[in-house]
């Protein structure tokens, strides 16, 4: 019988690879069997690169305590001559012992290769800029008045962007779970702005981020423990910690547009009791934005 023994999370859900064809990407792994046990993770490249281009750094095989995490990093370092296009790789996992009944697979993550377009000579703007002068000084004054009242300006800037995205439509999968049954919850992160979102490279990843996300999942009876967490969980009061990442995106995100999300929870270990799932959008510096919340029962 297959049995639902890790946790894959991705913390970004797409990159863009330099102009050397090099990147990194992570995913945290979660043990949800309940158990000690060793995991060994397997990349599943693209078909369209060669599998060598594709490295974990440090060991594939690692040890894992009960409800202990490992977070491993894939290096990318694509050859010259991989067409410029979108491509996909994920981590999936099994168990050392019983590959066969113990796996589990990580969602993809989408890394884009750049054109090796040649460098073009700049056209000279300085033959137009004596006439254009006066004409660009008043561009420039009425962009500056109109952009000041918000007139369907790109948002930019983070506060902005943490302004105008909201965490919608969290749900779980099923209201009741039995005992050691995995619980899925799905969210969408809406730009409810009527302007466009161009995610921020302003941050210390220097990616193009438009905030982060965490996820806690608490007990709500009159007996708060979980003895399916570890000690060396992290707590925010009742609430345990499920995972988390900064919240990467590819590209203009226009009004009404969203990013989806949808994870797993193992309640192997969990008391029969009703729990609340929170999704919390925050900050770069773990500042609460909005907390969305759903609730579910073990039965």
Known sequence: ??????????????????????????YTVSNTSGRPLRGRARIVPPQEAPADCFTIIGAAERDFAAAGTQQYNIQITLP???????????????????????????????????????????FPWWVVAVGLGALVVLAGLIFGVTGAIGDGAPLTTLPEILQAMEVQDLAVDRAILIRGQTVSFTYNLVNTSRNSVIPSTDNTFSLPLVGARQHWVERLGSEKSISAFAASTARDGDRFAIGGAIIAAEGELLAGEALSFTETLNTTGFPRDRYRISVEYRDLDGRVVQTATADFEVR
């Open 80 to 122: 010259l001559g991989v067409k410029a296009g979108r491509y996909l790789l994920k981590l999936d996992m099994v168990g050392v012992k019983n590959p066969d009944e113990e796996f589990a697979s990580g969602p993809p993550i989408t890394f884009e290769v750049r054109s090796q377009e040649p460098v073009k000579k700049p």
């Open 1 to 26: 019988m297959t049995m639902t023994t890790f946790a894959i999370t991705a913390a970004v859900n797409s990159i863009r690879l330099d102009a050397g064809g090099r990147g990194e990407v992570s």
